[in-house]
């Protein structure tokens, strides 16, 4: 397996070349890191021996460049370029990033040896049990993708720090 680190840098590579340079049109953030996370030229076993960025480095990396990506998503006029038509390459990284998530996740399934994540434990559940969860309602509606174009003339729309799609209804 790659070190997590690794696959956490190369998510946000992923997505400055197609999201922040491709789709944004900016200037590349970290140019010199292109190669150490391309996929294709190192082997999973290789990435140990790669001068990586640390885990700190990688994380302001990574939130620099979904800053970068969200403001490439408000500029997007998600239509004209094959890239961009129905938010295409948006849709194509955040599958990328769940892909690795997987990968880090088994990462961390195979491990042996003592933890390496420390984290508060999960809060108590309160008297009572847990709250109950409202029954959903239905609708007549048929379901769409979450990429589907909407029939609506508003265009989409995300928050600066919130990755959800919506779109304003005519």
């Given at each position: 397996?790659?070190?997590?680190?690794?696959?956490?840098?190369?998510?946000?590579?992923?997505?400055?070349?197609?999201?922040?340079?491709?789709?944004?049109?900016?200037?590349?953030?970290?140019?010199?890191?292109?190669?150490l996370?391309?996929?294709?030229?190192?082997?999973?076993?290789?990435?140990?021996?790669?001068?990586?960025?640390?885990?700190?480095?990688t994380?302001?990396?990574?939130?620099?460049?979904?800053?970068?990506?969200?403001?490439?998503?408000?500029?997007?006029?998600?239509?004209?370029?094959?890239?961009?038509?129905?938010?295409?390459?948006f849709?194509?990284?955040?599958?990328?990033?769940?892909?690795?998530?997987?990968?880090?996740?088994?990462?961390?399934?195979?491990?042996?040896?003592?933890?390496?994540?420390?984290?508060?434990?999960?809060?108590?559940?309160?008297?009572?049990?847990?709250?109950?969860?409202?029954?959903?309602?239905?609708?007549?509606?048929?379901?769409?993708?979450?990429?589907?174009?909407?029939?609506?003339?508003?265009?989409?729309?995300?928050?600066?720090r919130?990755t959800?799609?919506?779109?304003?209804?005519?």
């Amino acid at each position: 397996m790659s070190p997590l680190v690794w696959d956490l840098a190369h998510i946000g590579s992923q997505e400055e070349l197609w999201l922040v340079r491709d789709v944004g049109g900016r200037e590349p953030l970290r140019p010199e890191i292109d190669g150490l996370y391309d996929a294709f030229q190192h082997t999973r076993a290789s990435r140990v021996q790669l001068p990586l960025l640390t885990p700190a480095e990688t994380r302001r990396y990574v939130a620099e460049v979904r800053e970068k990506a969200l403001e490439a998503l408000e500029h997007s006029p998600l239509r004209g370029r094959r890239l961009e038509e129905h938010a295409f390459a948006f849709g194509m990284i955040v599958q990328h990033e769940q892909q690795h998530d997987e990968t880090m996740l088994a990462t961390h399934q195979l491990r042996a040896g003592s933890p390496v994540l420390h984290a508060e434990p999960p809060p108590a559940v309160p008297v009572g049990g847990p709250p109950r969860l409202s029954r959903p309602r239905y609708s007549s509606r048929p379901a769409r993708s979450a990429w589907a174009p909407r029939p609506s003339r508003g265009r989409w729309t995300t928050s600066a720090r919130r990755t959800r799609w919506s779109c304003p209804r005519s």
